[in-house]
């Protein structure tokens, strides 16, 4: 017997050819009536069979023994028994049950999709009623087949993009797929199941491809077939100074951006999903300064949970597209964020800008049970009356500074040193410039291995919204406890968005640079 699935049920007359005396089978709970057509239906691995009117009894058949139920399959005859039928309470003739009342069925695929027998249904351990059938078997649908590629069954792309494809199908039992191109070859492809998803990243090799790939499906039994196409182009590759190379280092990925030799920036993302900028727009190779972790969180959060959805070399510059949780708590969330940002490097100047956009969509209102909304991390480090080498003790770190600017309040600068700071003052637009600094620390007097004076450089991030009323502020904290500590962020700096807000939904344009200090050549 071939498996017969995704099928549901067409039926047709079943004449009744004995009628023994007994019980009236219209008025006995859970059996069939004694007339009517009966329906035949498949659903997942069981075959059913019910009245077409009346009390409707379900008989499943069950292609294996089952409890209570057994069907046996040779040839193409099936022979069926469920063994139990409900006793109706106001039957008072028999107590007991025989353990083989029920219906018993045999039959015949005459085809694939059809099959012919006998149905007895047994009462007290005697036949009551036959009743002979015919049932043509139909499929409950034409098979259909989805495939898309980020969604969308056209997409165009670039080189080191990444692509999830996904794909799936209804009423069908075979699949295949396939790929072809105007000059980047063709073969089988790896849709082979009834549904499933996979990912990829453009190759340089794929440069200048156009693909289509196609989803095939067929229903076997109806020999009917189905298929979904998408359509993948790739852009020519650029020609460009610009280049990057993803690298994982132990628990975390570094995509390193490059201007022709120069090493500019490296996004650092670790195992849980925080994302951080690493700029170094100078020629120092210990130039690496301050980290800007570009993902909004909420008070005491785990910074986590932000995905790099494609990174692509562009003539002027890389663009990167993030997206993200709003971290909560150390596992929680609190809605989502998306980024898209452009980085360029200017050789001449020693900077490095940025342009892009920035969305958040939190899951409720903020309040006093989330607390402000935390915009970005600007982690740096500064340190207070530590041994310098040029032989002094003084202040030194990779910050010495920060200058709050915008929005119509007078500017001001604070220095780590004077404490943590929550203003409260409302800006909008909102520029933190972080003032690079020469971290000329003599780790060695302090009893630790020595490490080289190095350039850090100095960093600014303006973030700018049309909505209006909105509470944005500038804090920054810094850890006293950790002010000799050469190795700690201890300075830890954030635009916030006040927990009296009513918006949900946030919106900003970014501006990015950072800059080598002088003395960095």
């Known amino acids: 017997m071939k498996k017969i699935f995704y099928l549901a049920a067409l039926f047709i007359i079943i004449p009744s050819v004995t009628n023994a005396i007994g019980y009236p089978l219209q008025s006995q709970t859970g059996v069939v009536p004694n007339a009517g057509n009966y ?26 023994n089952y409890t209570g139920y057994s069907m046996t399959v040779n040839n193409g005859e099936f022979h069926y028994q469920n063994g139990y039928v409900n006793k109706n309470t106001a039957d008072n003739s028999n107590s007991n049950m ?12 005459v085809t694939p999709t ?29 098979p259909t087949a989805s495939f898309t590629a980020n969604g969308s069954h056209s997409i165009t792309v670039n080189v080191g993009d990444s692509i999830s494809y996904a794909w799936s199908s209804t009423n069908a039992d075979k699949f295949s797929s396939t790929y072809t191109s105007d000059k980047c070859g063709s073969g089988a492809w790896s849709a082979s199941s009834v549904s499933g998803a ?8 794929q440069a200048g491809c156009t693909y289509t790939l196609v989803y ?6 109806t020999k009917a077939k189905a298929s979904d196409t998408i359509t993948i182009v790739v852009n020519p590759k650029v020609v460009s100074n610009y280049s990057y190379v993803k690298i994982n280092a132990g628990n975390t990925v570094e995509h390193r951006f490059f201007y022709v030799q120069q090493h500019f920036i490296t996004l650092i993302i670790d195992s849980s999903g925080a994302i951080a900028v690493r700029p170094h727009p100078g020629l120092d190779v210990n130039g690496w300064g301050s980290s800007l972790y ?14 790099v959805q494609s990174i692509s070399v562009q003539s002027s510059g890389i663009n990167v597209s993030v997206s ?25 100047l020693k900077k490095i800008t940025g342009t892009g956009t920035y969305n958040i969509s ?25 041994p310098l080498l040029n032989g002094t003790v003084g202040n030194t770190g990779d910050i010495s500074s920060v200058i709050v600017t915008g929005g119509g309040p007078s500017d001001f600068t604070w220095i780590p040193s004077s404490g943590s700071t929550y203003p409260g003052t409302v800006r909008n637009p909102i520029s933190v410039a972080a003032v690079g600094d020469y971290n000329q620390v003599d780790t060695a007097a302090q009893g630790y291995p020595p490490i080289a004076a190095a350039y850090k450089p100095s960093m600014t991030i303006v973030l700018s919204s049309s909505q209006s009323g909105l509470p944005l502020i500038f804090g920054a904290g810094y850890d006293q406890a950790k002010s000799q500590q050469y190795w700690e962020d201890n300075v830890g700096i954030t635009p916030l968005i006040l927990k009296n807000s009513t918006y949900t939904n946030y919106n900003f344009n970014v501006t990015f640079d950072s800059t080598a200090i002088a003395g960095d050549h």
């Open 362 to 386: 939190l899951a409720g209102t903020l309040s006093s049970s989330t607390g402000d909304l935390n915009l970005y991390k600007l982690a740096s480090n500064y340190l207070v009356n530590v």
């Open 294 to 307: 570009m993902q909004p969180f909420l008070p005491g959060a785990v910074l986590r949970g932000t995905n």
């Open 114 to 142: 059809s099959a012919s027998g006998v149905v007895n249904y047994v009462y007290d351990g005697t036949i009551r009623s036959t009743y002979y059938f015919t049932a043509n078997f139909i499929f409950s649908g034409p």
């Open 198 to 205: 996979t990912s990829g990243i453009i190759g340089s090799a």
């Open 98 to 109: 025989y353990p083989t009342d029920g219906f018993r069925i045999a039959g015949h695929f």
């Open 216 to 221: 095939n499906v067929t229903q076997s039994l």
């Open 39 to 64: 329906t035949f239906s498949v659903s997942g691995s069981s075959l059913s069979v019910s009245a077409g009117a009346g009390t409707a009894r379900i008989v499943t058949f069950y292609p294996q």
């Open 324 to 348: 993200g949780i709003v971290s909560q708590g150390s596992s929680a969330s609190y809605g989502t964020w998306n980024g898209n940002f452009t980085f360029s490097y200017s050789p001449f």
